[in-house]
């Protein structure tokens, strides 16, 4: 395909999806539930976020024993994976108790809880980037040639830039729905609606936080469409690779510049 032409049919392709006439991940229902979620977000009058701040404060007295409960530790490795994508000798270290010793049996579960669960979560997004990405593939072509254009293959044949573009406007269709469907476990106590409240929506911490996990979505999937689809890696080679990719992204250069506050400054459920 002629420069020209691939410039003209991937202008159409943007134009249908920032018009949201194609929306390769969400059915009806989808766009009926993302609604939903909007207006929920936009009912929440409160100016400041509330985070995450007291579970990652050390309490004194009772309250102090219950940190190693699960309950507590639950909500406490569901913030660190949302923030962080990694999971650390030291971080386990910092969120059991400290005056459980690393030596004692209660310590060694808590660690294989923590372990399990982050594990769980990290294997649920990668999961569910990996059908994502083959849904806006597949969906390509469906809507190119909706479009008049003879286009078979064209995701392939567009560069980097290009794809990370339309990944970009796909989170921007219904970004807090997306939100909730990528990192749907650590959803259940990171309040992501709050990210999208209708009061200081412009706020820097909201702003900062919708610009970490957009980027995350575009840079992962297009890490996604790289080793899984172009080099057509198995399985196993996938998950060992992703999952590298995945622990490294909170550190990488565009997430430093961006100044986050760190796990304790997500909004809470």
């Known amino acids: ?17 920032e018009a949201k006439r ?6 009806l229902d989808d766009i009926q539930e993302a609604n939903d979620l909007v207006s929920k977000a936009a ?41 962080y994508n990694n999971l650390t000798t030291s971080d386990i270290r910092r969120l059991i108790p400290s005056y459980i010793p690393s030596h004692d049996k209660v310590y060694f579960k808590r660690k294989r ?3 399990g669960r982050f594990g769980a979560h990290m294997t649920h997004s990668l999961l569910w ?10 969906g390509t072509d469906v809507c190119m040639d909706s479009c008049g254009w003879d286009t078979e293959g064209f995701f392939a044949d567009l560069a980097v830039d290009q794809r990370k573009t339309i990944l970009g406007a796909v989170f921007d269709q219904y970004p807090l729905w997306l939100l909730t469907q990528f990192r749907k476990r650590e959803a259940a106590s990171v309040d992501f609606k709050q990210l999208w409240s209708s009061v200081d929506s412009d706020g820097p911490d909201r702003v900062a936080l919708r610009g970490f996990y957009r980027l995350m979505f ?8 790289e080793m899984r689809i172009v080099r057509r890696m198995n399985e196993k ?5 992703r999952a590298k990719a995945w622990k490294e ?16 400054s997500l909004p809470i459920v």
């Not at 080679?237 to 690779?241: A, F, P």
């Open 1 to 17: 395909m002629a420069d020209e032409v691939q410039e003209q049919a991937f202008k159409d392709l943007m134009a249908e999806l």
């Open 22 to 27: 194609w929306t390769p991940l969400m059915n």
């Open 43 to 83: 009912q929440s009058q409160t100016a400041t976020m509330t985070t995450a701040g007291t579970r990652f404060t050390a309490p004194k007295g009772n309250a102090k024993r219950q940190q190693h409960k699960l309950p507590f530790l639950r909500t406490k490795v569901d913030f660190h994976s949302a923030r």
């Open 113 to 115: 809880f923590i372990e």
């Open 129 to 138: 980037l990996y059908r994502a990405v083959k849904k806006i593939i597949k």
């Open 218 to 225: 575009v840079e992962m999937g297009e890490a996604t469409y």
């Open 237 to 241: 080679s996938d998950e060992v690779r």
């Open 249 to 264: 992204f909170a550190g990488c250069e565009a997430v430093q510049a961006l100044n986050l506050g760190g796990a304790e």
